[in-house]
């Protein structure tokens, strides 16, 4: 047989699906893409995880945008962190142009317009729908480590969590933990060394400084209530199509730790409430992170274990983790091991650090008979890319330059009205628009501070009039111990650990 012949046979038998698959193009060698040579992942996989990655302008928003189509159309539902704001148009009707029509011959795949169900998500002031998390869902375990606390700190915080338990005093936005922060260090200072023992007022400022930082990217919109469930992620049209939920983050990008907060908080919800579906056929959730970077670069040492964790346990409830980004060495080491699908848009290599780069990106890949990786890195034009993937049996495939099939659906953003429109329909924008401010930790120590200080107040009033001078410690101060005591008598367990309990358990 010719090299061409082999080539074929190889794509052929490596991409071969018995079950549902995804088709993302048509492989090429020697620069012709073959009418013959389809690349299709199975999926039974996708639970896998992946990569995607290249440089700006080389495709990869229209590889995710092919990706979501066809995950819609099989009921699977989306999650996709648009961080750039150009996803959006999977909501409309694409149009079929005559390079669209060209690249589909050359592929032999059929090319048919369509439209998606969206859902427009926000962290911030955006249109759509809002998100946000309470305190208490988070738990003192993970609401620590987004602060990136030491063990004592991390210590003083639980501390806090089971005194707000015992009360009763629910967590529910960061005015509430701060306020409970400084009465433990003024007003219910020796309540709190009487039950739960002495805590330093450094270490409180310290968490206190470390909150305020986060609140300043924004946390304050997103810890609240009402909470966002995550079943609301799962639904599927009255078509049969997944719903793509799109998470618009375009003003949140010079605010990292708000971006990873939100995503730990979000898979470890996942983890807890979806239960475990073993080898299922096809996964339940997929979830696109864009520019994962932003998650990375300024994650500790600690939340980069726990980011790792959870990608590991995670594919067993059914859900793929998919990472975007422009070069894979964006990616921990610990996490880029664990995704069994990697799509690799071309690398450009104008500096000496950019070739060494793609030197290290190609030992990412597999080897190839067909292929110099790391100088078809560089060739390879809009719209194709590298694969490699998991087949059925979860054996790696062969490497496939691939021409990627154009989007069904638009392939540019959505305008002000589309958006309006979308929302305006949307059942869950008006589920989640009203803020709700029950009465939590705040106000529930702002009146017993009240109480107590009517208290005092009063026997001190009493003792200016009668005028009697006390040899032990003064009836305003016992009176005051006394109230504090009664007051915290009280006990609610809700289970300080939060919504990691169970999986750091396992």
């Known amino acids: 047989m010719s090299r061409k012949e082999d080539f074929i046979q190889d794509i052929t038998a490596g991409y071969n699906c018995k079950g549902e698959s995804i088709t993302l193009g048509g492989a090429i060698l020697d620069g012709e893409a073959l009418t013959d040579a389809h690349v299709k992942i199975p999926l039974k996989t996708l639970n896998r995880h992946g990569l995607i990655a290249g440089a700006t302008g080389t495709g990869k928003t229209k590889t995710i945008q092919v990706f979501s189509e066809q995950l819609s159309n099989f009921g699977i539902p989306v999650l996709m962190m648009d961080i750039k704001g150009d996803f959006s148009g999977i909501a409309k009707d694409g149009e079929e142009k005559p390079f669209i029509t060209e690249r589909h011959a050359k592929i032999n795949i059929h090319y048919t317009t369509a439209s998606f169900p969206v859902e427009l998500l926000t962290l911030s002031e955006q249109n759509g729908v809002r998100l946000r998390a309470t305190i208490s869902e988070f738990g003192p375990v993970l609401f620590s480590r987004i602060l990136n606390l030491n063990d004592t700190q991390a210590g003083v915080v639980s501390v806090i969590f089971k005194y707000c338990d015992d009360n009763k005093m629910p967590l529910l936005d960061l005015k509430d933990i701060k306020k409970v922060i400084n009465y433990i260090t003024e007003e219910g200072k020796d309540e709190i060394e009487e039950h739960y023992g002495k805590i330093s007022t450094s270490t409180t400022g310290t968490i206190l400084r470390k909150i305020i930082e986060l609140e300043q990217q924004g946390a304050d919109l997103f810890f609240g209530e009402m909470s966002f469930d995550v079943e609301d992620l799962m639904r599927i049209d009255e078509n049969g199509k997944g719903y793509v939920n799109i998470l618009r983050l375009t003003d949140i990008q010079d605010k990292p730790k708000l971006f990873?907060?939100?995503?730990?908080?979000?898979?470890?919800?996942?983890?807890?409430?979806?239960?475990?579906?073993?080898?299922?056929?096809?996964?339940?959730?997929?979830?696109?992170i864009d520019e994962a970077h932003l998650i990375f670069n300024e994650a500790s040492k600690t939340l980069l274990e726990q980011i790792e964790t959870i990608v590991k346990l995670i594919r067993s409830k059914g859900v793929g983790i998919y990472f975007i980004t422009q070069n894979p060495m964006d990616i921990p080491s610990g996490v880029l091991a664990q995704l069994g699908l990697k799509i690799q848009h071309a690398l450009r290599a104008f500096t000496a650090n950019d070739r060494k780069a793609i030197k290290q990106t190609a030992d990412n890949y597999p080897t190839s008979d067909y292929y110099k990786t790391d100088e078809i890195l560089t060739s390879l034009g809009i719209g194709e890319a590298l694969v490699t993937a998991l087949n059925e049996k979860g054996v790696p495939t062969p490497l496939a330059a691939t021409m990627m099939r154009a989007p069904m659906s638009r392939m540019d953003i959505l305008t002000e009205s589309?958006?309006?429109?979308?929302?305006?329909?949307?059942?869950?924008?008006?589920?989640?628009?009203?803020?709700?401010?029950?009465?939590?930790?705040?106000?529930?120590?702002?009146?017993?501070?009240?109480?107590?200080?009517?208290?005092?107040?009063?026997?001190?009033?009493?003792?200016?009039?009668?005028?009697?001078?006390?040899?032990?410690?003064?009836?305003?101060?016992?009176?005051?111990?006394?109230?504090?005591?009664?007051?915290?008598?009280?006990?609610?367990?809700?289970?300080?650990f939060g919504v990691l309990t169970k999986m750091f358990k396992k």
Request: no cysteine; glycine share 4%.
């Open 418 to 496: 589309e958006i309006q429109e979308i929302n305006n329909k949307s059942k869950l924008v008006k589920k989640y628009s009203e803020l709700i401010d029950r009465e939590s930790a705040y106000e529930m120590l702002n009146k017993k501070i009240a109480v107590v200080e009517e208290e005092i107040n009063e026997q001190e009033q009493k003792q200016e009039s009668q005028k009697q001078q006390n040899q032990g410690p003064s009836t305003a101060s016992v009176v005051g111990k006394s109230v504090l005591k009664v007051l915290t008598s009280a006990t609610f367990i809700r289970g300080a």
């Open 260 to 288: 990873s907060t939100f995503m730990l908080s979000l898979l470890a919800e996942i983890y807890q409430q979806m239960p475990e579906k073993g080898d299922a056929e096809q996964p339940e959730l997929i979830i696109f």
